[in-house]
């Protein structure tokens, strides 16, 4: 049986043999620990060019973060436009729904043609129509379709092709 301080030294052994490989095969090259291997102008070049590394990725990383939230911003608010939408359309198909059941099929399917527009112009908010610049993203295109498909079938349902 094992101490736990041999499980430990082996699980170090082999986790550094493992990662040299690993960091080789990626086109990393592992870091020097010891700084005090080297002379003292190399070791200070080391450490600027180490520091410039930093700097430009870390800029890369700010910038990244920073198109980020303005795409997450967009999409709240272009979110937020849709909920807009689907509100004013929520209140035309209960309207819809109220006529039905009194029999009022004509405007019943007057106010389901007045929601039919929501689906749609959720999805040109969404994807930027028109808007310079604009990152399209609409995760809401599937339910968007079928929400319009449906308001197309009930508008057939209520009025039959007539021959």
Known sequence: MRSSFQTLLLVLVLAAAASSPILSA????????HASVLPGAAATAAAND????????????????????????????DLNTCTVYYMTMAKTVAGALDDLHAGRLVNATDKLSDALGAPGDCDIVLNGVGVIGKVARDPIRQENDENEKLVHLAIDILNPPRS
């Open 50 to 77: 180490t520091l410039q590394r930093g700097i430009v990725a870390t800029n890369q990383i700010a910038h990244n973060v920073t198109s980020t939230l303005h795409i997450i911003s967009d999409l709240v608010r």
């Open 26 to 33: 990626a086109g990393v090259s592992p870091p020097v620990h």
